[in-house]
């Protein structure tokens, strides 16, 4: 059986020469791909949103008149975690799903999840609903993190993959931002009453949601998975219509040639058993490197953006409606991060500015930590020294991402991603929480430190990992740095 794909390449029996990858590499930033970006990137808007509104609203929560009989250190703690382990579980559920069904239609389900899901919570009227509506939740937006890192990777030009992947997971902030200001008039009883501000927050989201679900459906499927499932034609027609669009905005003849074709044995699944040996021992120090990213970032943002606003309560005595202030000004430097140190992980490089961002941001918690036991913060000096510490720990927990969505084989991507964010999540995504809440509901100076220092500890741990282990991915294709299990060529060697 011979396969034609349109490609320039002579086709064996049961293989495919295809030069799909290198056409999309060498495409020059145009219109069609802000089109996956904003289709795409802006779910983080989405979770942003939603992780500072509970944190905010945790306070009103567990007020009488609320609607709900809830405690605020159960919110930040029980339905922190729930909403944690939600993910955890959607991530490798739906990862499996999207390595095996395609990017398009999983990143379709996915944010369908997280929109029921998200409306019922709205809609709460005890705790256990909450609770479960949280957990629900949070398995639509895992199931977007495997979906949808893997089909912007796999979009996006290598010459741009690095900065244009911190900025899509920085954007998490933007949405933080928004949740802390729309916070502020939700939570204002002078204009909605206990039990309707915070459920107005979560409806809110569901329209948000829905715009984007709008966009999303623009955007093309994969066609570097469609090509490896014996979809080749597909492929060529959105390379070409990429191409095209590309050329009409940069004008005839802009486009260079292909760095190159790679032969492909095309099959229409993998088996987990063999994606599992690839991933933990053909790249065993790449699965080390990326366990250590996921399980220090995860332990420090979700503990911090769960617990920081009952910190401002407990030891700053700032009222649960004015907490919004703050979470923005930490969004700020959150957003800040990837946007500016972004460009320098395709320049600089992987290991340095990986190392760098989350050696230098567990250094500066340290010192936060130190100044917060000595009593001589306040709440506007906490925050900005927290503000500086994300700067630089935000581009580096968006390059845990970028890191294990492209220094595994294609074919295994979506479930690499779903796996290293699920146990590292689970490590420190549902232990943070649950730790720092029980550290800072008591108002002990010392528990709330030593959750400061546990987090900087595993930053630390994490970038002397990077130090030694990161894969120099800058400017490189996905095919270099991991040849296709499919492939018939060794593009790469493995690290």
Request: charged fraction near 15%; glycine fraction near 12%; hydrophobic fraction near 50%.
């Amino acid at each position: 059986m011979t396969v034609q794909d349109g490609s320039n390449g002579t086709l064996s029996s049961g293989t495919v020469r295809t030069a799909v990858p290198a056409r999309l590499d060498r495409l020059p930033w145009s219109r069609w791909h802000w089109m996956i970006v904003i289709g795409l990137g802006t779910v983080w808007i989405l979770d942003g949103m939603e992780v500072t509104l509970v944190g905010n609203i945790a306070g009103r929560l567990s007020e009488p008149g609320s609607g709900l009989a809830i405690t605020s250190a159960q919110v930040t703690g029980l339905g922190a975690a729930l909403y944690v382990a939600g993910a955890c579980l959607g991530a490798l559920y739906f990862g499996w799903l999207t390595d095996r069904f395609g990017r398009k239609k999983l990143f379709l389900v996915t944010l369908a999840v997280y929109l029921v899901a998200t409306a019922l919570t709205a809609l709460s009227f005890d705790s256990w609903w909450f609770f479960l509506c949280r957990f629900l939740t949070g398995f639509g937006i895992g199931g977007e993190y495997a979906a949808i890192n893997s089909a912007i990777d796999e979009l996006i030009p290598s010459y741009y993959r690095g900065r244009v992947d911190l900025m899509i997971n920085g954007s998490f902030w933007l949405g933080a931002a928004a949740g802390a200001m729309l916070s502020i008039p939700m939570l204002d009883t002078s204009i909605f009453a206990q039990d309707t501000g915070w459920r107005l927050t979560f409806a809110f989201g569901v329209v948000l949601g829905l715009v984007i679900l709008v966009v999303r459906r623009n955007v093309p499927e994969s066609p570097r998975w469609l090509f490896i499932h014996g979809r080749g034609d597909e492929a060529e027609s959105i390379v070409q219509d990429a191409e095209a669009r590309c050329l009409a905005q940069h004008g005839e003849g802009s486009l260079p040639e292909p760095a190159g074709e790679i032969a492909i044995n095309q099959r229409q699944a993998i088996g987990f058993g063999t994606i599992a040996r690839t991933v933990f021992s053909k790249y065993r120090s790449r699965a080390f490197l990326g366990l250590s990213l996921f399980v220090g970032q995860a332990f420090l943002y979700n503990a911090v953006t769960f617990g920081f606003g009952a910190i401002l309560a407990a030891f700053y005595d700032v009222p649960a409606g004015s907490t919004g202030y703050y979470f923005v000004a930490i969004a700020i430097g959150n957003l800040l991060g990837p946007i500016l140190l972004g460009p320098l992980f395709d320049t600089v490089g992987r290991r340095i500015m990986i190392a760098g961002t989350y050696i230098g941001s567990g250094v500066l918690l340290f010192g936060t930590a130190a100044l917060f036991s000595s009593g001589v913060l306040t709440a506007t000096t906490l925050t900005v020294c927290w503000s500086v510490v994300l700067f630089f720990a935000s581009a580096g927990a968006s390059s845990a991402y970028l890191t294990v969505s492209e220094i595994f084989p294609m074919e295994t991507r979506a479930m690499a991603i779903a796996f290293f964010y699920a146990l590292g999540t689970a490590v420190g995504g549902i232990s943070g929480p649950l730790i720092f809440a029980e550290l800072t509901e008591n108002g002990v100076l010392a528990d709330t430190t030593l959750a400061f220092e546990i987090g900087a500890g595993l930053m630390c741990l994490a970038g002397l990992v990077a130090a030694f282990l990161a894969v120099p991915a800058e400017r490189r294709s996905l095919e270099d740095i991991a040849a296709p299990l499919s492939s018939q060529e060794e593009t790469a060697a493995v690290s």
